[in-house]
């Protein structure tokens, strides 16, 4: 037991009165109150409210996670997880970029020997590049998807707009990021699904030249084309990338994860559906994530009217009252959230662990500007720009359509002024989308499974020319 | 000791617990892949990394015996037996000359010779790779290669 009179002093500098904090028994607990620790963990381990909440309010993690969040973003099915899975992805692509980067020369007479040194001579070399590469793939497959999702779950509407923005903003610089990180192997896959790309620019009215002449640098792709996009696929995108994630994440926290607000606000879910046949089923299912019963018909009548818990309300301990505590429908971020992402996130480790096992990032022979493969193909997001270049005019498919695909999208939330998120109040947005989004998914199916050379049809049960 | 007033207790429902539970389930399942998955790899990793390389090297021998006909025997004699420029199929070229040293020759040339350099960045036509697949070719000729003095002037094997 430690000395009462010296405790006090300590513990009201902590904000912890004496009768809170543990007694000191064990050589365990003797380490937890000496000052090094205290200084590192902040608070104990309390299983009370207030002690939960303190820890939560003196850590780091508050920057990105509430104290409390609702119970209903513990569901699988809430986001699929999909923003962080691709936060992850973007984290596993930057510790492996690190590695790779130590073995690495941006020039074109020492970049293909690096790779050919990653696969024959340097530990962990090929599963590093492999998995770097099926991060990047999956990245850009998984920020699609979280786009998609958001747009199905009208989560881009009031006060989400300037988010969803920041949102395509990090879309392109996912793109950006893996059509510069495509070039770096200097092989001839690289080298011309990149001419592929940059021969796009090309078609932009007016400043097609100029533009083309700033993303390669001289007359055709050569060493400064590789040093550009070098230096933009390990300086430039990653710190955009970062800027424009701690808004998106800063925003999330701000709109997302708060407590449930008026029935008007974007995600105001009818009380129904906490109380009615659906989270009834899950009670019973053992399979889903949460299994969230159905909750007390009281507390749904006070979510329903509106009200919310406040947040102080928990950290002041004698003011969680019963009708409070009622309508209470959050859980604390930690454990329950952070736990569970920590787990999404090693799931995440293992999937692109296990794919980079499997499936080796191909090399093919070293880019050689006099010969060209047959068939050319863009990287697989960009397949279906190509597939629409062959039957359209190249300033239609090749610029009109994207950009307006993309500026469309960015301003979305501020034309669509419907306030609705239920999809039985959203039928033309809906439909307009999906129509985009089959139309997109069947040209990139069709340009990279059933095109052969000379862009001729070839069914990929007689020969694959998809090259990941 | 004092009495303990820490506020109302933490009341948490039983299936938030349970369902905690199974998700730390998940992540020690996940751990143990991974923890196994590294060292798995790190045995397999020596015999997919000499694969690799005899590959590489087959690849080297068989595009470097090509680069080399198109490019060097017009003057070095087809197999590097001679002609009007150094014989490089011989005991004693070969044994005294480093694969660097190769390397640097056929990159910068040789001055006061009609030996150009052939590296790309001094204007010739090759990668540094094509040229280490013309070093690697010619090491491969290194175990029969015959004793020939006169070597430099591109004499043939008696």
Redo the contacts between chains.
């Keep these: 037991m430690i000395d009462q009179e010296a405790a006090s002093g300590e513990q009201i500098r902590d904000g912890l009165e004496p009768d809170v904090y543990p007694v000191a028994e064990g050589r365990w607990q003797r380490l937890k109150h000496t000052d090094a620790w205290r200084s590192m963990f902040r608070h104990p381990q309390l299983d009370t409210p207030r002690g939960r909440a303190l820890q939560g309010f003196s850590n780091v993690f508050l920057h990105v996670y509430p104290v409390k969040v609702p119970r209903r973003v513990l569901r699988l099915r809430y986001s699929w997880r999909l923003g962080f899975i691709a936060t992850v992805l973007f984290w596993i692509l930057v510790v492996t970029g690190v590695y790779l980067m130590f073995f690495y020369t941006p020039s074109v007479t020492a970049a293909y020997g690096d790779m050919q040194q990653l696969r024959t001579g340097i530990g962990f070399g090929q599963l590093i590049r492999n998995v770097h590469r099926w991060s990047a793939h999956l990245m850009v497959l998984v920020v699609v998807l979280h786009l998609v999702r958001v747009f199905f779950a009208g989560a881009y509407k009031k006060p989400r707009e300037f988010n969803w923005v920041i949102g395509i903003g990090l879309l392109a610089v996912t793109l950006g990021f893996s059509f510069t990180g495509y070039l770096l192997p200097w092989d001839q896959l690289s080298y011309w699904a990149v001419t592929v790309g940059t021969n796009l620019v090309n078609y932009v009215p007016i400043f097609g030249g100029i533009l083309t002449d700033l993303l390669i640098g001289g007359p055709q792709i050569g060493q400064p084309t590789l040093q550009r996009f070098y230096a933009l696929h390990v300086a430039v995108l990653p710190l955009l990338l970062a800027l424009f994630l701690m808004v998106h994440i800063w925003r999330v926290r701000k709109d997302g994860f708060a407590v449930r607000r008026g029935a008007a606000g974007a995600f105001a879910e009818g009380a129904n559906e906490l109380v009615g046949s659906e989270s009834a089923a899950d009670a019973t299912d053992a399979t889903d994530a949460t299994d969230e019963p159905a909750i007390p018909a009281a507390t749904a009548l006070a979510l329903a009217n509106g009200d919310r818990v406040r947040l102080l309300g928990v950290v002041d301990r004698e003011s969680v009252t019963a009708e409070e505590r009622l309508t209470d429908d959050t859980v604390f971020a930690w454990p329950h959230l952070i736990v569970r992402h920590v787990v999404v996130a090693l799931g995440t480790i293992a999937t692109v662990l296990a794919l980079g096992v499997a499936f080796a990032a191909p090399l093919r022979d070293i880019a050689n500007p006099n010969l060209t493969p047959e068939p050319a193909k863009a990287p697989w997001y960009f397949v279906g720009l190509q597939e629409l270049l062959s039957h359209f005019d190249p300033l239609i498919a090749g610029i009109f359509v994207p950009a307006g695909v993309l500026l469309t999208l960015a301003f979305l939330p501020y034309f669509d002024k419907n306030p609705h998120t239920e999809s039985k109040y959203r039928k033309v947005a809906i439909s307009v989308f999906a129509t985009i989004l089959v139309i997109a998914v069947v040209l990139t199916v069709i340009g990279a499974l059933f095109r052969g050379p000379g862009w001729k049809f070839v069914p990929p049960w007689q020969h694959s020319y998809l090259e990941m | ?10 009341s ?2 039983e ?2 617990q349970r ?2 539970d ?3 389930a ?2 020690l399942l ?2 143990v ?2 923890i196994v ?1 590294f060292p798995l ?2 045995l397999r ?1 020596p015999t ?2 000499s694969d ?2 005899n590959e ?1 090297q087959q690849n080297y021998e068989k595009t470097g015996g090509e680069l080399f006909s198109q490019n060097c025997a017009s003057c070095h004699g087809k197999q590097a037996t001679g002609g009007t420029a150094p014989t490089l199929n011989s005991k004693q070229f070969l044994s005294t000359t480093s694969d660097n040293q190769m390397a640097l020759i056929i990159t910068g040339g040789v001055s006061g010779s009609s030996m150009s350099p052939w ?3 001094y204007g010739g036509s090759l ?4 040229i ?1 697949q013309l070093v690697t070719y010619l090491r491969t000729l290194e175990p029969h290669a015959p004793s020939i003095p006169d070597w430099r002037t591109g004499a043939k094997a008696p």
């Design positions: 000791m004092p009495e303990k007033r820490s506020g109302p207790k933490l948490e429902p299936w938030l369902s905690l199974r998700y730390l998940f992540g996940f751990m892949v991974l998955a790899y790190r990793e997919l990394r690799a390389k590489q590296s790309l960045d990668t540094d790779e094509q280490r």
